[in-house]
């Protein structure tokens, strides 16, 4: 058998392992339309995907970790396993069809170092941003087709970049190689089309829960969305001559159809099971059809939680004669980067379903409704479509979780301090708005800590005062504010809080008065009043003379010294007294001139 045949053998025979199905359903018959855009905030995108749609996920959550925000993996391996090989895919990664040679490592060291090359050169994202990615892994303890062993590596895979407490890994359910559900399927333990088991348990929901935090129940009862039957083609020319069906699918709920604003799940389904598959079934031969789409359990939770879900489709091609995703480089050698041909219409899909998207506007009529010693109350206008809003103080979350109405109390301040507020809404997906316009506030009642004292003027310069003070007890810090006039209007000068008792107030302007205050900050960040005023005026500006060497030495600013022109007081040679050479002088007392700049 010659190498491209044996080549051919394996990825036939590859695809029956790596993903089978059973679905007795056919193709819903619908109209296929160009993939709409919604309400979607592009950054609660997130995928998953089963056997080698796993690998698919894994490697599009790595090469586009910028966007997404966490993946869900079944029976799936690390990014670049297969390395652009068959038999690496079929041996090492997978063990279909013939077994796996010696339990062969996937090598989790080596591809750590191509993923870090890659992104080093621009190929994937950075890999710094899946620090923030929530990975959700399941592996079938009996899973014969992708072991366990393999899954591991993926587990160490992730850890190298995400801290554990951000991954999650289910490995102890007695699962074949399949999807494992709580409602449609083959018994647990087979290993048959459809590739989907009836564990009782429900991997679509726990995925999704763990990715994005609290999800509302989902939907036992009839779906309230729509199916919608897209056209793949516009995102990939020849779209079955690269192993990519002409059309996909789309879970919208009612909501999202309605412009709400909405989450973007995407779910790579396994080989053989793309639609146009047929297959043995009890009942006679059947066609796949949508039986990933529909019973796999997301519906369900995306119903109930404004989530859109997008079901692209691999199909069957000469190199790919059993629709996998390109997990191995039967199509394109840069399968698993951002430029890989299905990666790229794949991330144009999720580009056209977030190009509606529309951030919530900023809450109006932000005001204050009752202010205390240690509490301030604020109101502020609903926003359409807001599930709740978030409180800022002074730049920082004032409020633990969102707020469901349009008002809230800042209870623990302290007296006589300043605040600034400003509001955001939520949206269904957890995605702030604009922020209000800031509203400041200052609380009744005298500060809980003193104000420096013993303020005084240390040194002052042509463009610089120096103060320092006495640190009353239990302060943590200190704010300097300066004023062109006594008693103000001040401001603060200092960038931030300053730890220690002495500050120097830079880039001042000469034969200037200045007048200073001081505040203190305590530990539970109550501010003091201002210390007594004191002031400085600033030094002249230096006298600069510019001129030739020559006029230098008549001018008695320097002297001649064999023919070299040194300042005078200094041994500063200002260069040789030959035509016009003009230097720049500082005077720094009298008859005492340097070389320095002048303005």
């Known amino acids: 058998m010659s190498s491209s045949s044996f080549k051919g053998l394996l990825a036939s025979i590859c695809a029956t392992s790596v993903l089978t199905l059973t679905a007795a359903s056919s193709p819903t018959a619908a109209q296929i339309v160009s993939l709409p855009s919604y309400n979607v905030d592009i950054n609660q995108t997130s995928v998953s995907g089963l056997s080698a749609g796993g690998y698919m996920a894994v490697q599009f959550d790595v090469a586009f970790s910028s966007t997404l925000r966490g993946a869900g993996i079944i029976a799936g391996g690390p990014f670049y396993c297969a390395q652009g090989s068959v038999l690496t895919a079929t041996s090492t990664c997978s063990c279909a069809p013939f077994g796996c040679f010696g339990q062969s490592s996937t090598n989790v060291a080596q591809l750590i170092a191509i993923t870090d090359r890659d992104a080093g050169r621009g190929r994937i994202d950075a890999t710094g941003n899946l620090a923030r990615h929530k990975i959700w892994l399941f592996s079938g303890r009996n899973d014969t087709v992708v072991p366990q062993r393999v899954m591991d590596d993926l587990s160490t895979y992730y850890r190298h970049y995400i801290d554990a407490g951000n991954i999650s890994y289910k490995n102890d359910i007695a699962a074949e190689h399949a999807m494992p559900t709580d409602f449609f399927g083959n018994p647990c333990a087979s290993l048959a089309d459809p590739f989907i088991s009836n564990c009782n348990y429900d991997a679509a929901g726990q995925l999704l829960q763990w990715i994005y935090g609290n999800l509302h129940p989902k939907n036992t009862g009839q779906l309230g969305g729509s199916f919608i039957n897209f056209n793949q083609s516009e995102f990939i020319d020849q779209t079955t001559s690269h192993g990519m069906a002409p059309d996909g699918w789309l879970y919208v709920p009612a909501t999202c159809g309605n412009k709400e604003g909405c989450k973007l799940h995407v779910v790579f389904h396994g080989c053989k099971q793309y639609e146009t598959y047929r297959y043995s079934s009890p009942s006679g031969q059947a066609s796949f059809g949508t039986t990933y789409v529909r019973n796999t359990g997301y519906n369900k939770w995306a119903d109930a939680n404004n989530m859109i ?227 400085a005026k600033t030094e002249a500006p230096p006298t600069c003379f510019t001129a030739t060497n020559f006029d230098h030495v008549v001018a008695g600013r320097a002297h001649d010294n064999f023919f070299i022109a040194e300042a005078n007081g200094s041994n500063q040679v200002l260069g040789l007294d030959n035509v016009f050479i003009v230097t720049t002088l500082k005077q720094t007392g009298p008859n005492i001139y340097v070389i320095a700049s002048c303005p």
């Open 309 to 535: 879900v997008l079901y692209p489709q691999a199909t069957a091609s000469g190199s790919n004669p059993n629709g996998c995703w390109d997990w191995w480089g039967y199509d394109d050698p840069d399968y698993a980067v951002k430029t890989g041909r299905q990666m790229t219409a794949v991330k144009r899909m999720i580009d056209r379903i977030a190009s509606g998207h529309e951030g919530l506007p900023a809450p109006a009529n932000l005001q204050v409704t009752a202010v205390a010693d240690t509490t301030v109350s604020l109101s502020w206008s609903t926003v359409a479509h807001a599930t709740g809003f978030n409180v800022y103080r002074d730049g920082a979350k004032a409020t633990s979780s969102p707020v469901p109405v349009t008002s809230f109390t800042d209870a623990g301040r302290s007296p006589g301090r300043t605040y600034s507020y400003t509001v955001k809404a939520i949206d269904s997906t957890g995605a702030e708005g604009a922020a209000s316009s800031p509203l400041d506030v200052t609380t009744t009642g005298s500060p809980t800590i003193p104000a420096p004292t013993d303020v005084k003027i240390d040194a002052v310069g042509a463009t610089s005062v120096t103060l320092s003070w006495t640190a009353p007890a239990d302060a943590t810090g200190f704010d300097v504010f300066r004023a062109g006039t006594s008693e103000g209007p001040f401001a603060k000068v200092n960038p931030s809080l300053v730890t220690g008792t002495n500050f120097t107030d830079t880039g001042l302007t000469g034969s200037t008065t200045y007048f200073y205050v001081i505040t203190s900050e305590g530990a539970g960040g109550g501010l003091s009043g201002p210390s007594m005023e004191v002031s």
